[in-house]
């Protein structure tokens, strides 16, 4: 049974058994994503729990527009995300950059300067960034989403994502450069 056709019979029938199949196919990769934002098992873990828990009653939102794994993948983050914003607002407040900082920018840093980053310093960039920011560019480069999966998922026109990806890899590449 394929992901879509388990998530429509879990709607259908509300069978437990049969969401636990789903939570067997994805637990680890959503386990992963979750500490890729804390980097601490047990919150890891209870995060995990929350994504299962909030995944199984809000299940009949998913419209089946997208891959289910790419709406999970979303469904994740946001909650990652909720999770770091709830507790960080005013912390990452202080430390985000308006964005018209960024308009002297005028060439677009390109996918090949963002893979030729030292993965150290890499991985220390992204702690730097907003959540937001680091949201994108873990979809768009590490889940290979497309931007029209991106724009889907998000809910927001494809431009937008483009501009938004645009000044994600503007933001990280300078963060790289000036401070690391």
Not at 10 to 21: D, E, Q, V
Not at 31 to 55: I, P, S
Not at 89 to 115: G, T
Request: glycine content about 2%.
């Amino acid at each position: 049974m394929t992901d879509e056709e388990l998530v429509a019979e879990i709607i259908r029938t509300k069978n437990a058994l049969l969401f636990g199949t789903l939570y067997d196919r994805f637990n680890v990769v959503v386990y992963n994503k979750c500490y890729g934002f804390v980097k601490n098992r047990d919150e890891a873990n209870d995060l995990t729990q929350d994504v299962f828990l909030k995944l199984f009653m809000k299940l009949q939102s998913f419209k089946g527009t997208s891959k289910f794994s790419t709406w999970l993948y979303a469904f994740t983050y946001n909650l990652c995300l909720n999770y770091i914003n709830r507790d960080t607002a005013k912390k990452i407040e202080k430390q985000s950059i308006p964005v018209e900082e960024y308009d002297h920018l005028l060439i677009e840093p390109s996918d090949y300067n963002l893979f030729q980053l030292g993965v150290v310093k890499l991985k220390l960039a992204l702690e730097m960034i907003t959540p937001e920011d680091k949201v994108l560019l873990l979809l768009k480069y590490q889940d290979d989403l497309t931007i029209k999966d991106l724009a889907s998922v998000l809910n927001i026109g494809e431009s937008a994502v483009k501009m938004r990806l645009k000044r994600a890899k503007a933001r990280i590449i300078e963060i790289y450069n000036e401070k690391l």
